[in-house]
């Protein structure tokens, strides 16, 4: 009497490659996920060393200027991982911003600076901003240095320069409430009380929602709430 093995049918067969194929594929797609997630860890590690460094720097080689900084190891150790490094000093050393793309997500950035920043963000002009907005703003003080200048120290006017009617244009296309205030002009845009700003003081304010954004003669600040009568409205709070 004959004896037969069975084994399995084509069909069989098919199903299991096909599970086996499906299994595989999902594998991969999660260790891809963990591999660049790994990527982006060692981008902002070593984001964080350049950092370091470069406050080392400032105190010591730099004699007080970030001006020739870099850190060749750090920088590449973020290319190798996929990365783009940039160390970006102001034009005359006193801060600097460093940046670099992530891997998980390249239109996202990675940024930290000498004023202790460390997260998302924008390089620019040796700063980190969280958005392109902060960035428009924080490029006004240099427009607002110059007018000042130019009309002995005062800033009367200076929300009626084209610099600050297109800043406007474009925030309020963006869905941001913009006031400003400047020397010897009354403001009213903040209910129940006036306020004269004095000298060479200004402040311009973008807000929608939950962001905010200051700038003005002392410098750029995000995220702050909204000013109120125990603030001085001709400086950012």
């Keep these: 009497m004959s004896k037969f093995l069975k084994g399995f049918t084509i069909i069989?067969?098919?199903?299991?490659?096909?599970?086996?194929?499906?299994?595989?594929?999902?594998?991969?797609?999660?260790?891809?996920?963990?591999?660049?997630?790994?990527?982006?860890?060692?981008?902002?590690?070593?984001?964080?060393?350049?950092?370091?460094?470069?406050?080392?720097?400032?105190?010591?080689?730099?004699?007080?200027?970030?001006t020739g900084f870099s850190?060749?190891?750090?920088?590449?150790?973020?290319?190798?991982?996929?990365?783009?490094?940039?160390?970006?000093?102001?034009s005359d050393g006193t801060v600097y911003c460093a940046s670099s793309p992530l891997v998980t997500d390249s239109t996202k950035a990675w940024c930290v600076d000498s004023k202790g920043y460390n997260k998302e963000g924008i390089c620019s002009g040796g700063t980190c901003f969280s958005s392109m907005t902060a960035v428009q703003l924080n490029g006004l003080i240099s427009v607002a240095q110059d007018y000042i200048?130019?009309?002995?120290?005062?800033?009367n006017g200076l929300d009626g320069t084209a610099e600050f009617s297109n800043l406007r244009q474009i925030l309020g296309d963006e869905g941001y409430n913009v006031s400003n205030n400047s020397a010897g002009e009354v403001n009213n845009s903040y209910p129940g009380y006036e306020t004269f700003c004095l000298g060479s003081e200004w402040a311009i304010r973008a807000s929608k929602g939950n962001n905010y954004y200051c700038t003005g003669s002392n410098g750029t600040i995000e995220g702050k709430p909204h000013i109120d009568s125990t603030t001085d409205p001709c400086l950012c709070p």
């Excluded at 991969?28 to 997630?37: H, L, P, R, S």
Aim: positive net charge.
């Design 12 to 66: 069989e067969l098919i199903v299991v490659i096909a599970i086996i194929a499906v299994l595989a594929s999902i594998v991969m797609v999660n260790v891809a996920q963990y591999i660049n997630k790994a990527k982006d860890a060692a981008i902002k590690a070593n984001l964080k060393t350049i950092q370091t460094g470069a406050a080392a720097y400032f105190t010591g080689i730099g004699n007080g200027s970030y």
């Design 149 to 155: 200048s130019a009309h002995g120290g005062a800033s």
């Design 71 to 90: 850190n060749s190891a750090a920088s590449d150790a973020i290319n190798n991982a996929g990365g783009s490094a940039v160390v970006t000093p102001s």
